[in-house]
């Protein structure tokens, strides 16, 4: 098993960054794929960005370019860097962990664009 615990969120303006953090309650090396998806105000839930213990990350269309997922084996966190964020961005951000076939999810953390 594995819990995960999201920080990070909050209320942003257009155009600004916000960087989100999850927390594994174990070693990222024993875990496959981390990463995350969002689900906005009336949206079904989404995958944004995961990354992949032996190979490269992947990303929603509508944020390439824009965010970035890594991860810290050792300080068992995985991050997602969000620049230039925009109102369709608005969503509560959750975090995944794929270990021996079954998927655990965060809490969520809340993010809102507006100005």
């Known amino acids: 098993q594995v819990q995960l615990v999201e920080s990070g969120g909050g209320l942003v303006q257009p155009g600004e960054s916000l960087k989100l953090s999850c927390a594994a309650s174990?070693?990222?090396?024993?875990?496959?794929?981390v990463g995350w998806y969002r689900q906005g105000p009336g949206k079904q839930r989404e995958m944004v960005a995961f990354t992949q213990r032996y190979g490269t990350n992947q990303y929603a269309d509508s944020v390439k370019d824009r965010f970035t997922v890594s991860r810290d084996n050792v300080k068992s966190t995985v991050y997602l860097e969000m620049n230039s964020l925009k109102f369709e961005d608005t969503a509560v951000y959750l975090c995944?962990?794929?270990?021996?076939?079954?998927?655990?999810w965060g809490q969520g953390t809340q993010v809102t664009v507006s100005s």
């Open positions: 995944f962990a794929t270990l021996s076939g079954t998927t655990y």
């Open positions: 174990r070693s990222l090396f024993d875990i496959d794929t």
